[in-house]
């Protein structure tokens, strides 16, 4: 690529749920802006990631996991709203990442390349999580197998969380752009507000703690979000979030005995906003009831699902 040309563009990261797209969007700009834990669905909504590198910009999209709704996955407005959000990611962007799990296809691979290939944008599929194979010659008739009667545009293995074959794949997805400006300042790394990002902050420690008990039935809610001159800190923000599950039950396990889960939940949310917002944060946490909100499409859009 002539090293005098400036591409910049719109690139959707797609792939079925808990492959590793945040972690790699995350890798790419170089900060923990979307969330990640070990459970499906921790991505919830679109979010644009900046990476600004020599000869070009990537506006990657984070995305849901795009998944088969019914079967042991019953289908909930949530459900539909995750897939919808997935699928609008590829509206206005100029080419596509496929992220799989390296040595792994299933049918929500299949679907998410389907989707991809209806769309008709350049694709680069991206196999994750090669770091976890032991015999790398393992890898090739497995790349055989899923290259073959699909066409991508490169094929890149990779490493997200060792932030391994990343320059190459930087490479292939920058020659898929446009020659143009830069679309964001050097300097901007999110299109995201810091009150989306303390939300989600909140919700990453409630998938990361909650385990198998509770992730899905929990959102969370800004309530207020407020900055103040700090004479040690330079800026303080003062945040009240809002933790909404569906019934009583739940509120007493995110509370956890004497409080003490709903405590942790809030210091390691707060210890993260610091990290990232560069400031001090005075973080308060409530739990309340919604019943049903995981399954109706109004309190969805209320909650911020959908916009």
Known sequence: MDTQTHRAGHVAVIGRPNVGKSTLVNALVGADLSIVSNRPQTTRHR??????V????LVLVDTPGIHREGGKRPSSALNRVLNRAARGALEGVDAAALVVEAGRWDEEDALAFDTLRESGLPVVLVVNQVDRIADKARLLPYLKQVTEGRDFAAVHPISALRRQGLEPLVGSLLSLLPEQAPLYGEDEITDRSQRFLAGELVREQLMRQLGDELPYATTVEIETFTEEPSPKAGVLYRIGAVIWVEREGQ???VIGKGGARLREIGRRARERMEQLFDA???LQTWVRVREGWSDDESA???LGYGD
């Open 54 to 57: 020599p000869g070009g910009q």
């Open 280 to 282: 001090k944060v005075f």
């Open 251 to 253: 509120k007493a396990i």
């Open 300 to 302: 969805l859009r209320t």
């Open 47 to 52: 979010l644009l990631g900046i990476a600004t």
